[in-house]
């Protein structure tokens, strides 16, 4: 049986490497929401979740990214091989984490709904199905991030032998994922293209930026 989620150790791994290529020239980490970057949104949303350790994985515009989150209390890691995808970015966040842990969230940067109280349902959701090593959540049949594993699988994510993060994750590891179905959007809810971006932004009611 899992303990309770005062008395587990859960670290994080925010994903902010990617080339934001379906975004027409901008890179989405950097978009404005409410005075900060979307990144920086992210990050503190996960930060405010209670982490013990939280590594930022930068690697396109990485300077750029690295500024928006820097007076934080994380640990960024540069991936110099962000453009090999996802994977490699989640294995250097993973191996870049220098304190024992129970679990490992894996979150990307750009999601502008996301709540702390979100995070603590996923970890109370990890804690309540000891038979299930990774919880994925799902909104209406679409799967959503952050993800959480257990720390037991953290060297063969770290040597890139397990692919955590991976869209094809539930279907390698069957037996051992709970899917967490939720009635709101908030996990799944991104920001890939300008005409998300200006959505998100009429949905919070925030003005479009003049230089957006």
Not at 72 to 85: C, I, K, M, S
Not at 128 to 138: E, M
Request: aromatic share 6%; net charge negative; with cysteine.
């Amino acid at each position: 049986m899992k303990p309770e989620r005062s008395s587990t150790r859960f670290s994080a791994v925010v994903l902010a490497a990617g080339q934001s290529s379906r975004m027409g020239g901008a890179n989405k980490l950097l978009l404005p929401f409410e005075g900060e970057a979307l990144v920086r949104r992210t990050v503190r949303t996960v930060l405010a979740a209670g982490m013990q350790e939280t590594v930022v994985v930068t690697g396109y515009q990485g300077r750029d990214v690295m500024r928006a989150v820097l007076d934080l209390p994380v640990t960024v890691q540069p991936n110099l091989r962000y453009e090999d995808g996802q994977m490699r970015s989640v294995a250097a966040g993973v191996a870049a984490l220098t304190q024992a842990t129970d679990a490992i969230i894996v979150c990307p940067g750009d999601l502008p709904l996301l709540r702390t109280g979100d995070l603590h349902e996923l970890m109370d959701v990890w804690l309540a199905h000891p038979d299930s090593s990774i919880v994925i959540p799902r909104y209406q049949g679409e799967r959503g991030n952050p993800i959480v594993f257990g720390a037991a699988y953290a060297p063969e994510v770290a040597a890139g032998r397990r692919l955590i993060g991976c869209r094809k994750l539930a279907q390698q590891y069957p037996q051992e994922t709970f899917w967490y179905d939720v009635d709101h959007d908030r996990f799944t809810t991104d920001c890939d293209t300008p005409q998300a971006y200006q959505q998100l932004l009429e949905r919070l009611g925030l003005p479009q930026p003049a230089e957006a």
